[in-house]
């Protein structure tokens, strides 16, 4: 009995092999030479191509940058602490690949797709390669939409189209990371996906940054990508690569998608350092001579579709840090050269407490006013140039004992626009308030309103507007132009609001 059920048993196992067709499985296996400072040199793998993934024991996985001729130089992409040479490296046979989807939105991740967060495994299957050839020209349309930053100082006078290339550069600690961050806050609760991708930073900065998205209830419609400065230096190296290929997702999809790079003066140095571990040579100010070219292939990857394409656009804001105050350094001049403007931050203004600290003389977007709703065109038109002149002026009249009428009507009013460009963080406002309250400075009612009680002359416009004028509001907010009746209408409604906030009361 026990030697028939054993019978039949090798049969049904051999009946099994034989409907199994056994296909061998061929994988290319190389040895760690050497290891440390996140660079490894592997001896091996013949067929291995740039930017292909290897891994090695523990998981550890790492990127081919140099193909020597007796040994290829890998970036590790995790730390390698416990590598030890003579240790087995294995061919992945793919490139270098980040995940992409809407199960993205609203997670904290790393350029590999591991969860920083406490949300669980992603549960998106499709990944896109980290490098990818940016749009043909003849695939690029022209940058028409506005991208609204809530920010006066910005929407007013220095203004960012969907698509478009903004640099933020100013010193450290000069609130560079605020003004992206309320950016983002600001497409709330527009159809703009954002994705914050922070490199090098160190972690509180990311949490706060995070919370404040959360907070503001933005953090639903965004994409956290970080690598912190504790990091291995290939991870921090291709995060902002990552970053751009889920925005591209979206992208391609016809969709708006906004991404801010903090910062890439630590992507620069990262990079510096694995270029030197491989033993490249240094160049001007000891960088070496690509760098300017892994900046511009990641930048010019942001822009605008054409309509048979979709009309999707990516449009990026990448922070860049000065020391003091030199903006002609190599990456930063690198990096203006590359964007299409730049958005200044100046340490002197900050510390006056002029915040946003923007340098509005320093400041350009060469975009302009094509991506500004044809509201913002009319009340900003000469503002940037009569608030440029006023600073020079206060610094002439230091030194002057008498003004004529004029010139002292000129500061006077310069003095109130600087205050009614300052604006606290995390409250980014609508195109409506703006445009009411610019109005009013233009027209001069706040001339007589006492300097120290602007800020509440402003909040009593915006309350005003908002409350008797909510049709000719929407109409602004959608992009509409008004006539003659509804300027009337909403220059009324702004004087009536500070009526009471004469110098006399």
């Given at each position: ?22 296909q061998?499985?061929?994988?290319e ?40 001729e ?29 995940p ?33 050839p ?32 903004e640099?933020?550069v ?65 991870l921090?190296?291709?995060t ?6 889920m ?37 001007r100010?000891?960088?070496p001579?690509?760098?300017?070219y ?6 010019e990857?942001a822009?605008?579709?054409r ?11 990448p ?5 003091a ?50 509201t ?7 503002l ?10 206060e ?25 009614i ?5 995390g ?20 001339d ?43 220059e ?14």
């Open positions: 009995m026990l030697e028939r059920t054993l019978e039949e048993s090798f049969d049904r196992v051999r009946a099994t092999i034989e409907r199994v067709e056994l061998p499985k061929l994988s296996i190389g040895t760690l030479l050497e290891v440390g400072g996140g660079i490894a040199r592997v001896r091996g793998l013949p067929t291995l191509g740039a930017e292909a993934l290897v891994r090695f024991p523990d998981g550890v996985l790492g990127l081919a940058v140099n193909l020597d007796h040994e290829i130089g890998i970036v590790l992409l995790d730390q390698g602490d416990r590598l030890t040479p003579g240790a087995q490296v294995r061919a992945t046979g793919r490139q270098a690949d980040t992409v989807g809407e199960a993205l939105l609203g997670r904290v991740i790393d350029a590999t797709g591991r969860p920083l967060d406490d949300g669980g495994p992603l549960s998106t299957t499709e990944r896109w390669p980290v490098e990818r940016a749009p043909a020209i003849m695939e690029r349309a022209p940058v028409s939409t506005p991208l609204e930053s809530g920010i006066k100082a910005v929407d007013a006078m220095i203004p960012i189209g969907r698509g478009q290339r640099l933020i100013g010193d450290r600690q000069s609130g560079k990371t605020t003004v992206a961050i309320d950016t983002l806050i600001n497409q709330r609760d527009k159809d703009v996906l954002c994705i914050y991708c922070a490199i090098g930073q160190r972690g509180t900065a990311v949490a706060r940054a995070v919370d404040a998205l959360r907070g503001s209830g933005a953090l639903a419609r965004s994409i956290v990508v970080s690598a912190s400065g504790e990091d291995a230096p290939g921090q190296y291709i902002p690569y990552a970053a751009t290929a925005g591209e997702y979206f992208m391609q999809q016809g969709r708006d998608v906004l991404i801010v790079y903090d910062d890439l003066t630590r992507h620069a140095r990262a990079y510096r350092e694995l270029s030197l571990l491989l033993r490249r040579p240094p160049g100010e000891a960088y001579g690509d760098i300017f892994i900046h511009s292939r990641l930048l990857r822009t605008h579709l309509e048979e394409l979709g009309g999707g656009s990516l449009t990026a804001l922070i860049v840090e000065t020391q105050q030199d903006i002609s350094a190599y990456i930063p001049t690198n990096l203006i050269s590359i964007t299409d403007g730049q958005i200044y931050l100046s340490p002197t203004l900050f510390r006056k407490g002029l915040l946003p600290a923007i340098d509005v003389g320093r400041s350009v977007s060469r975009v302009g006013g094509k991506t500004q709703y044809p913002f065109r009319q009340v900003a038109g000469d940037r140039l009569a608030y440029t002149q006023f600073e020079e002026l610094t002439f009249a230091r030194f002057a004992t008498r003004l004529d009428e004029r010139t002292r009507q000129r500061i006077e009013r310069g003095r109130r626009v600087r205050q460009l300052r604006q606290p963080a409250q980014p406002l609508r195109a409506s308030e703006q445009v009411a309250v610019l109005l009013a400075t233009n027209e001069g009612h706040l007589a309103v006492p300097t120290e009680r602007v800020v509440e002359a402003e909040q009593r416009i915006r309350e005003q507007v908002r409350a008797a004028l909510p049709a000719i509001c929407e109409r602004i907010d959608a992009g509409d132009d008004l006539d003659e009746p509804d300027w009337e209408q909403l009324t409604a702004a004087a009536e609001a500070v009526s009471g906030l004469t110098e006399d009361d």
